[in-house]
């Protein structure tokens, strides 16, 4: 069982910056792979970045290729997210997700466990 824990959201103008964090809960957290995703209303989540058990192996999807950044410290329990250049595109709400085992997942439904959010308003 893993709880995670977001932080970081807020409004910045677009151009700016944001961290988010994820701090989980638990002993194995560098057996899990690990997610971040948004939501905007009415529209699916989906996957913004996503690492392997290290931090070796990472995914970006192509509308934040560039701009975000995900790390992991093992040592911490936690999990960031560097978002630069904010664009209004980018307003959602933000989730970090964990995926039991050590290999990196894209898919949704491969994550397990989820925080309860962080809102991120971007303002044009």
């Known amino acids: 069982q893993v709880q995670l824990v977001e932080s970081g959201g807020g409004l910045v103008q677009a151009g700016g910056s944001l961290r988010l964090s994820c701090a989980a809960s638990g002993r194995t957290f560098s057996s899990y792979a690990m997610g971040w995703f948004r939501q905007t209303p009415g529209k699916e989540r989906e996957l913004v970045a996503a690492?392997?058990?290290?931090?070796?192996?990472?995914y970006y999807a192509d509308s934040v290729k560039g701009r975000f950044t995900m790390s992991r410290d093992n040592a911490k329990s936690t999990v960031y997210l560097q978002m630069n250049s904010l664009k209004s595109e980018d307003t959602a709400v933000y989730y970090c997700?964990?995926?039991?085992?050590?290999?990196?997942?894209?898919?949704?439904?491969?994550?397990?466990?989820w925080g309860q959010g962080t809102q991120v308003t971007v303002s044009s």
């Open positions: 690492l392997n058990w290290n931090g070796g192996i990472t």
């Open positions: 997700a964990a995926r039991p085992g050590y290999t990196i997942a894209t898919q949704r439904g491969a994550y397990m466990y």
